[in-house]
C-alpha cells in the first residue's frame, strides 16, 4: 500500500506562484512514476503533469508554466505553479504508480482569482 498526501494548495491571485508537494509513505515509489492530475468544477479529472525514473510530461496548457520536480530521498513529488490563471483553479490530485497499481492522495484546493 501507498499512502499520499497532498499540501500546498490555496488562494492565490492570477499571475501568482504555487508550489504544491505530494509525500508517499508506507511503500517507496522512487522508481516509479508519479505525477498530478486536476478536477475543476463539472470537468473531468485531466493530466497535468508526471514525472519518472528519467523522464517526465506536461500538458499543453501548463507547459513553460509548471515544472515538476521529486525528491527520492524524501518519496516526495513536486509541482511549482507560476503565471497561475483563474482556469488553472482546481482540486489537484497526486498519482504514484507502485506494482501496477495507481494509488491517489485526497487532493488539495487550489484556487486562481482574476
Known amino acids: 500500500q501507498v499512502q499520499l498526501v497532498e499540501s500546498g494548495g490555496g488562494l492565490v491571485q492570477a499571475g501568482g506562484s504555487l508550489r504544491l508537494s505530494c509525500a508517499a509513505s508506507?511503500?517507496?515509489?522512487?522508481?516509479?512514476?508519479m505525477g498530478w492530475f486536476r478536477q475543476a468544477p463539472g470537468k473531468e479529472r485531466e493530466f497535468v503533469a508526471r514525472?519518472?525514473?528519467?523522464?517526465?510530461g506536461y500538458a499543453d496548457s501548463v507547459k513553460g508554466r509548471f515544472t515538476i520536480s521529486r525528491d527520492n530521498a524524501k518519496n516526495t513529488v513536486y509541482l511549482q505553479m507560476n503565471s497561475l490563471k483563474p482556469e488553472d483553479t482546481a482540486v489537484y490530485y497526486c498519482?504514484?504508480?507502485?506494482?501496477?497499481?495507481?494509488?491517489w492522495g485526497p487532493g488539495t484546493q487550489v484556487t486562481v482569482s482574476s
Open positions: 508506507g511503500r517507496t515509489v522512487s522508481s516509479g512514476t
Open positions: 514525472i519518472s525514473w528519467n523522464s517526465g
Open positions: 498519482y504514484a504508480d507502485h506494482s501496477a497499481e495507481r494509488y
